[in-house]
């Protein structure tokens, strides 16, 4: 049971909850059985996504789990939007979110709030009170963040919420949007992106052996095929013992071999 302090647990419920998430989130939130999970977007009305949420239907609301340093400004935005809809939106104080692989024996670990499964994965997000023996080890945080990246899973921070489509986070990929519901903010850019197929920029997860000194929003060079872009790097995880995993906006073919990449301060080394 890993401690990921990265992410916050969010409860919304209510009699018009359903109604109201489907409305502003991309994913078909109405159409989830009970405690089935799917990925979705919160975007603002140009289609940037404000942050990437995971979001699981349950009798009485839905649990949503997001980054933690958005949820206060996400939750806020939220509530702006319910006028007279009957929905309780709060962020759940004393309960943390850990990590569980499938298959692995929880026997000696303390019994969870709730487990919410992760889509197109072997793993589940567990609830439980702040507090209850979990992992807190640096290094396991690090390797659970770093396969988080290699999936796809941007939970993006506050320099890059807002910043980027859905389409150009490969959050499409993720199962994050449906493209035959109705409308919510930014529906119709995100669907306009999508069928006329103009998204320039895309997702690529590099793999390195030394630490960039990028930070979010910066950027980086990438070579290949005799081209070079310079691309943004959205989040990095990683340690010295694990390597370190870069997840990059480029305009570069997706099926483009990198063969070199350069930060600011010089270039760095692929990871073997």
Not at 15 to 24: G, I, M, S, T
Request: charged residues 20%.
């Amino acid at each position: 049971m890993i401690a990921l302090t990265h992410l916050s647990a969010i409860n919304i419920s209510g009699p018009d909850a359903a109604d109201f998430l489907h409305n502003q989130l991309s994913a078909d939130v109405k159409g989830l059985a009970m405690h089935q999970s799917t990925w979705a977007c919160y975007c603002e009305p140009k289609g940037r996504v404000l942050a990437l949420l995971l979001v699981e239907s349950m009798e009485d609301g839905f649990y949503v789990i997001m980054s933690s340093s958005l949820a206060q400004v996400v939750t806020d935005r939220m509530r702006m939007y319910v006028m007279r809809s009957s929905v309780d939106i709060s962020i759940l104080s004393g309960i943390s979110v850990t990590g569980l692989e499938q298959g692995e024996s929880t026997e000696s670990l303390p019994k969870p709030i709730h487990n919410i499964p992760v889509p197109g994965s072997h793993r589940w997000l567990a609830l439980v009170k702040t507090g209850t023996a979990a992992d807190t080890g640096a290094s396991h945080l690090a390797s659970w963040q770093y396969s988080e990246l290699k999936q796809g899973i941007c939970w993006l921070d506050t320099p890059t919420s807002g910043q980027f489509l859905p389409q150009m986070l490969g959050f499409d990929k993720l199962g994050a949007i449906n493209f035959k519901k109705g409308c919510y903010p930014g529906q119709e850019i995100v669907a306009r992106t999508h069928y006329l197929g103009k998204v320039k920029r895309h997702p690529r997860f590099l793999e390195l052996s030394t630490e960039p000194k990028v930070e979010p929003m910066g950027k980086i060079h990438l070579q290949g095929n005799g081209m070079t872009d310079e691309a943004v790097l959205v989040d990095s995880k990683g340690n010295e013992q694990l390597g370190y995993g870069l997840f990059v906006v480029s305009r570069l073919d997706p099926g483009i071999e990198i063969e070199g990449i350069e930060s600011t301060s010089g270039s760095v080394n692929s990871k073997a």
